[in-house]
């Protein structure tokens, strides 16, 4: 990855309406400014693009993601939302969330699929890992490693712990390997070791609300 690190992933799922999105983007935009690493927001996908106009207007360092993305190229798939159409407003994308490997099922075949997308149309792909064994498709440069336990609960996984897959991760691949769950101003600077684990992601627990937010940001200076 070229951005600067700490890498800091806000994972917003479907949470807010626009006007509570656009506010909460108003917030973390301006307190952002000092940040030296790279901030990528990912709202829901109706908000991406005014989004993107958002950050043009107020020049905040902030970049964008989409949370998903079709398994299918543009074509008759209803309610889909494609790769090239996400690479046309934004920069990354987030693939094989728990979430939707739980709650949508989707697989191996799935997922490396809308990997196969991603990387034709360029988006950056941030390819979410529960566990060491979790495979990671060819070509992939940004793994998160977030262990369900950990998601939602309040009960992060250890820094030792998470240190150990950082490093087997990279032990394969020179890849950015980013720490998720449960992450909170107070225990990210556990996580963040320079050329081991680079960057966070932070879901819902932390995000939704700007200022949780923007203390994250401020303690995960390296
Ligand atoms: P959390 O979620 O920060 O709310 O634990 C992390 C995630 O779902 O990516």
Redesign the pocket.
């Known amino acids: 990855m070229n951005e600067p690190t700490p890498l800091v992933?806000a994972?917003l799922?479907a949470n807010k309406t626009l006007g509570e999105f656009t506010n909460w983007l108003e917030k973390v935009g301006t307190e952002s400014a000092n940040f030296t690493g790279t901030v990528v927001i990912c709202p829901s996908f109706p908000f991406l693009a005014i989004a993107s106009q958002k950050l043009a207007v107020g020049n905040w360092p902030l970049k964008l993601g989409a949370q998903d993305l079709s398994r299918f190229e543009q074509g008759a798939y209803t309610g889909e939302v494609a790769a090239s159409q996400i690479a046309s407003i934004c920069q990354y994308v987030?693939i094989g969330?728990?979430?939707r490997r739980q709650n949508f099922k989707e697989d191996d075949e799935v997922l490396f699929e809308k990997t196969t997308n991603a990387q034709k149309a360029n988006l950056e792909i941030i390819y979410?890992v529960q566990s060491k064994k979790d495979e990671i498709p060819e070509g992939v440069k940004i793994v998160?490693y977030?262990p369900t336990f950990?998601?939602?609960?309040?009960n992060?996984d250890t820094p030792e712990n998470v240190k150990i897959v950082a490093r087997n991760i990279k032990k394969k691949k020179d890849i950015t390997v980013l720490y998720?769950?449960?992450?909170?101003s107070e225990n990210v600077k556990s996580y963040l070791t320079k050329d081991e684990v680079d960057g966070i992601?932070?879901?819902?627990?932390?995000?939704l609300d700007p200022q949780k937010f923007v203390s994250i940001l401020k303690s995960a200076s390296f």
């Open positions: 992933i994972n799922k987030i969330h728990s979430e979410c998160a977030e950990a998601i939602g609960t309040g992060p998720g769950g449960s992450v909170a992601l932070v879901g819902a627990t932390n995000s």
